[in-house]
């Protein structure tokens, strides 16, 4: 998969509530995901180079947030 890094930064710098709606109710914390996201975007969105872990929190909160047109 090919991330929209563009995308990506305008959700973490002008759409966090996106985010933080997303993880609310999951024991997951807005902060996590806006790293994992930060992670990706300081390595060109190489997936690669996720752990296990952060992985599974790009697949379960970013991943959808991105495959959502823009608004």
């Known amino acids: 998969m090919?991330?929209?890094?563009?995308?990506?930064?305008?959700l973490i710098s002008k759409q966090r509530d996106e985010?933080?709606?997303?993880?609310?109710?999951t024991g997951y914390l807005?902060?996590?995901?806006?790293g994992v996201g930060t992670f990706l975007l300081d390595n060109e969105g190489n997936i690669d180079l996720l752990s296990s872990k952060q992985l599974a929190t790009f697949e379960k909160f970013l991943k959808p947030l991105l495959e959502k047109s823009p608004r």
């Not at 985010?19 to 109710?25: A, D, F, L, P, Q």
């Not at 807005?30 to 806006?34: E, F, K, L, P, Y």
Request: proline share 0%; charged share 45%.
């Open 19 to 25: 985010i933080e709606r997303s993880v609310e109710g």
């Open 30 to 34: 807005a902060r996590t995901v806006i």
């Open 2 to 10: 090919e991330i929209d890094l563009r995308r990506l930064r305008n």
